[in-house]
């Protein structure tokens, strides 16, 4: 009988005691759980991927950002800007938002703040979620849905089940949320972006 050894100079043979198939099953388990170890965990929580570059992004009713006052873990926090565009903040109330860059934005908090309130402050803000965009027309589900970054027309009419039989398939028209006026767009050609607060309705096909 083959005797298990038990030092480093001689190691368990594995696959003897448990068998081949043991022995592949539980060289699966160990990668596995060495890996799990291995992997950075990270307490961050996550983040949306943010905006194009190239997007002068305006904030508006709906949107949620993500404010870091460096040094006052009070004011740092998650705030949702309210439907009529205002960002409510401790000690220094109100902050028109609608319409403004997160830039903008920033530099109003740390205006705000440095008087009297908080000496020297530094401001960082990030959006953690969107307003929602809007799909009508002839589609089979219209309604509201919520905003990803890298959002194109073509993946929010599929969001909203697709063409009706009825639908003109090769154009849409896109509404942004500070426009009035509709833009058309040719679905055959190159992607569209859309951005939060957008409407993109689907019109009839004539025949």
Do not use: H
């Not at 060495?34 to 929580?45: D, L, N, Q, R, V």
């Not at 006052?72 to 028109?96: C, K, R």
């Not at 965009?133 to 849905?145: K, Q």
């Not at 929010?156 to 500070?178: H, K, L, M, P, Q």
Request: charged share 25%; aromatic share 10%.
């Amino acid at each position: 009988m083959r005797r298990i050894g038990l030092s480093a100079r001689e190691p368990y043979d594995w696959r003897w005691i448990f068998g081949w198939r043991g022995w592949r099953d539980r060289g699966t388990i160990a990668v596995c759980a060495a890996a799990a170890i291995c992997a950075p965990i990270s307490s961050e929580p996550t983040k949306p991927t943010p905006l194009p570059a190239d997007t002068a992004y305006r904030l508006s009713g709906g949107d949620r950002l993500r404010v870091t006052v460096f040094g006052e873990p009070a004011l740092t926090g998650d705030y949702s800007i309210t439907a009529d565009g205002i960002l409510s903040f401790p000690l220094i109330g109100e902050i028109d938002a609608r319409g403004r860059s997160i830039g903008e934005v920033r530099e109003a908090l740390r205006e705000r703040l440095g008087k009297g309130y908080v000496n020297d402050p530094r401001v960082a803000i990030e959006a953690i979620s969107y307003r929602p965009y809007y799909v009508l027309g002839e589609v089979n589900r219209p309604g509201e849905y919520p905003y990803a970054a890298g959002l194109r027309v073509d993946q929010a009419i599929a969001a909203a089940g697709g063409f009706t039989y009825r639908a003109n398939r090769g154009t849409a028209f896109v509404r942004s949320s500070d426009d009035s006026a509709e833009r058309k767009v040719k679905l055959r050609k190159r992607p569209v972006s859309v951005l939060p607060g957008d409407t993109i309705r689907v019109g009839e096909r004539y025949l």
